[in-house]
């Protein structure tokens, strides 16, 4: 070959070369981005030159531009570029176009309004004891299960009248999870988290309407929901001495049959110092926000605080009555293997409690125990770590404090935006532009929501007491990551977005006759705990996740995770106007 043609051939390779388009994925919210709002995508695949973004419907180019940065993380050899198309903020139907992929989005006003209510709605299909009426549920419609009106009282929960072996009434109510069962550690929780968000955004929950059996009363819906499972919560208080029975369970999980199959008994077992306080506290909130609707709800918000505070004062006369499932499985037949949501300290559910009756009440005995519960640091909000709940009570924008409660919750304040601070640091040059999902310690049973999530609902408490932006941009970034822009590039809430779990651990989807699972559940999420002992396709913190009905560990869904979904997608939904 001589040497004009060695020249052609190299030229010919490198032009190739030069022409032949990077390999890889685009990862952005499925779902959607406010026309305000920052939009971020990410190129999973190494380096990748310019993006150009064109109109979907007529294929006119509407923006191009060059890529921001390239980022690791530490566990994963994999490279990510981050593509910033904030500039566009006209509303309509994109494709992003970048290497040799392209992916579909919408920049529209209220993008995350069918999320949050979906997932409000998905407490409607998790409702036990009543029919799932089609005009409700639509193709996911079903008869009632579980009625629970027969409920055995375990041996392990004897009170002072009540024997073992006695059957009560404990019906409505939701069930918690993937299982069928029902318990008030997660119920608590779950409720007075999104009531937590409801007291924020009042005028946005009244607009909210999601098609339940009491849509046409003169309560908003949100609370119309939560009172199905507030009611239940009212009958697992033993009458006679005011403690709160942990959970009611079947002895063991079912399997995947439905609802109206189940035979095992069901029981109340153990009263615990957990479910008293997290029952004392979210119906302390529910005394409250259920006081203005006393025509559809008569009597509730007066019965729900005498209620609390017998819970509160049992369990200040118990307060190392933990819920030891093993320990009480020596004891007492016949054995208990479900959920077990036990806990080692209820300080933080003490704090969360006492600062709850003491708002409502004006009572000091309550505010000299939350001083004396208060935590030296803040986290996101979990079933276990309740103290984050106490805080929102204390720094609620539109209460009035006196001098010395003013003192106390401007602590409290510091507390809080040292964890925002922190929460930010790194999150503009990640590699998924969040401060979710760059540490390897995010990746956990349940992180999604517990992390993801409620880091997020943090930084939106954050953004409210301090009016400092940064912290509210960061909290659409996680909601970003949840819905698309990740390692695996699941969005993460059933019936959403382009690529969505399909098989959740769930009994309710699987053992319908409907191929779809039901919408608006935000699954567990990347696990690299793998309790399932499924094999995953990855085991790298990030990725470990698999769409597989027997993946408890990575693919159940949750109320408490739901609870996460409504608090962050109703308040980033109510403060979209402020980006
Ligand atoms: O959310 C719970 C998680 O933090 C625990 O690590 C896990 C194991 O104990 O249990 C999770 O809660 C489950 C509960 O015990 C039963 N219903 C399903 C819940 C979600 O997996």
């Known amino acids: 070959m001589d040497k004009k043609m060695l020249g052609w051939l190299l030229a010919l390779t490198s032009l190739s070369a030069c022409s032949r388009p990077e390999q890889g994925e685009i990862r952005l919210n499925q779902v959607g981005y406010y026309p305000h709002q920052e939009k971020v995508a990410v190129w999973d695949g190494g380096k990748v030159g310019n993006y150009i973004i064109t109109d979907a419907a007529t294929g006119a180019e509407v923006l191009s531009g060059e890529t921001s940065y390239t980022a690791f993380n530490a566990w994963s050899p994999k490279e990510r570029t981050v593509l910033d198309f904030s500039a566009l903020e006209t509303p309509g139907r994109y494709v992003l176009r970048?290497?040799?992929?392209?992916?579909?989005?919408?920049?529209?006003?209220?993008?995350?309004?069918?999320?949050?209510?979906?997932?409000?709605?998905?407490?409607?299909?998790q409702r036990t004891g009543m029919a799932i009426e089609a005009q409700y549920a639509g193709k996911w419609s079903r008869p009632a299960g579980h009625p629970d009106t027969c409920i055995m009282v375990h041996p392990n929960a004897e009170g002072p009248v009540r024997k073992a072996g006695d059957i009560i009434s404990s019906p409505r109510g939701?069930?918690?999870?993937?299982?069928?069962?029902?318990?008030?550690?997660?119920?608590?929780?779950?409720?007075?988290?999104?009531?937590?968000?409801?007291?924020?955004?009042?005028?946005?929950?009244?607009?909210?309407?999601?098609?339940?059996?009491?849509?046409?009363?003169?309560?908003?819906?949100?609370?119309?929901?939560?009172?199905?499972?507030?009611?239940?919560?009212?009958?697992?208080?033993?009458?006679?001495?005011?403690?709160?029975?942990?959970?009611?369970?079947?002895?063991?999980?079912?399997?995947?049959?439905?609802?109206?199959?189940?035979?095992?008994?069901?029981?109340?077992?153990?009263?615990?110092?957990?479910?008293?306080?997290?029952?004392?506290?979210?119906?302390?909130?529910?005394?409250?926000?259920?006081?203005?609707?006393?025509?559809?709800?008569?009597?509730?918000?007066?019965?729900?605080?005498?209620?609390?505070?017998?819970?509160?004062?049992?369990?200040?006369?118990?307060?190392?009555?933990?819920?030891?499932?093993?320990?009480?499985n020596e004891q007492y037949d016949p054995d208990v293997s479900t959920g077990a949501y036990g806990d080692r300290s209820a300080q933080d559910e003490f704090f969360w409690a006492?600062?709850?009756?003491?708002?409502?009440?004006?009572?000091?005995?309550?505010?000299?125990?939350?001083?004396?519960?208060?935590?030296?640091?803040?986290?996101?909000?979990?079933?276990?770590?309740?103290?984050?709940?106490?805080?929102?009570?204390?720094?609620?924008?539109?209460?009035?404090?006196?001098?010395?409660?003013?003192?106390?919750?401007?602590?409290?304040?510091?507390?809080?935006l040292a964890y925002a601070d922190q929460s930010l640091e790194g999150a503009d040059t990640s590699a998924f532009h969040a401060p979710y999902g760059d540490e390897e310690g995010d990746f956990f049973w349940g992180c999604l929501s517990e992390k993801g999530a409620n880091q997020a609902t943090s930084l939106v408490y954050a953004y409210l007491v301090s009016g400092n932006k940064a912290y509210l941009v960061n909290a659409y970034r996680n909601m970003d990551y949840i819905?698309?822009?990740?390692?695996?590039?699941?969005?993460?809430?059933?019936?959403?977005?382009?690529?969505?779990?399909?098989?959740?651990?769930?009994?309710?989807?699987?053992?319908?006759?409907v191929v779809e699972p039901l919408p608006?559940?935000?699954?567990?999420?990347?696990?690299?705990?793998?309790?399932?002992?499924?094999?995953?396709?990855?085991?790298?913190?990030?990725?470990?996740?698999?769409?597989?009905?027997?993946?408890?560990a990575s693919n159940e869904i949750a109320i408490n995770w739901s609870?996460?979904?409504?608090?962050?997608?109703?308040?980033?939904?109510?403060?979209?106007?402020?980006?």
């Open 520 to 552: 608006g559940f935000l699954v567990g999420g990347p696990n690299p705990g793998q309790q399932d002992g499924v094999v995953y396709a990855s085991t790298l913190p990030d990725e470990a996740y698999a769409d597989d009905v027997n993946s408890y």
């Open 174 to 328: 939701w069930y918690d999870a993937g299982d069928y069962n029902k318990y008030i550690v997660n119920s608590g929780y779950s409720i007075g988290l999104m009531q937590a968000i409801y007291r924020l955004f009042p005028e946005y929950f009244a607009k909210q309407s999601i098609n339940i059996p009491e849509s046409g009363n003169r309560t908003p819906d949100f609370l119309d929901e939560m009172y199905y499972n507030l009611s239940w919560m009212l009958t697992m208080q033993d009458p006679a001495d005011g403690g709160v029975y942990h959970k009611l369970t079947a002895p063991s999980f079912e399997g995947f049959i439905k609802p109206t199959e189940c035979r095992q008994q069901r029981y109340v077992v153990s009263k615990s110092v957990t479910a008293a306080l997290d029952f004392a506290a979210s119906m302390t909130q529910a005394s409250q926000l259920f006081a203005p609707y006393e025509a559809d709800y008569p009597g509730f918000a007066k019965q729900a605080l005498e209620a609390a505070r017998r819970a509160y004062d049992w369990a200040v006369a118990h307060p190392d009555a933990f819920y030891k499932q093993e320990e009480l």
């Open 98 to 125: 970048a290497g040799d992929a392209t992916a579909t989005f919408e920049v529209k006003e209220g993008v995350l309004s069918p999320l949050a209510d979906a997932a409000l709605k998905s407490f409607y299909y």
């Open 483 to 513: 819905l698309g822009r990740n390692a695996t590039g699941y969005c993460y809430v059933t019936g959403f977005g382009a690529k969505s779990p399909m098989h959740p651990h769930h009994r309710l989807s699987a053992a319908d006759d």
């Open 354 to 416: 006492a600062s709850e009756l003491y708002y409502a009440t004006g009572d000091k005995k309550y505010r000299d125990k939350a001083v004396a519960c208060a935590p030296a640091a803040y986290g996101a909000p979990s079933w276990g770590s309740t103290a984050p709940l106490g805080f929102f009570v204390w720094l609620l924008p539109s209460r009035e404090l006196d001098e010395a409660d003013q003192a106390f919750a401007d602590k409290l304040k510091s507390i809080l």
């Open 563 to 579: 609870a996460g979904l409504v608090a962050i997608s109703s308040a980033l939904d109510a403060l979209a106007g402020e980006l």
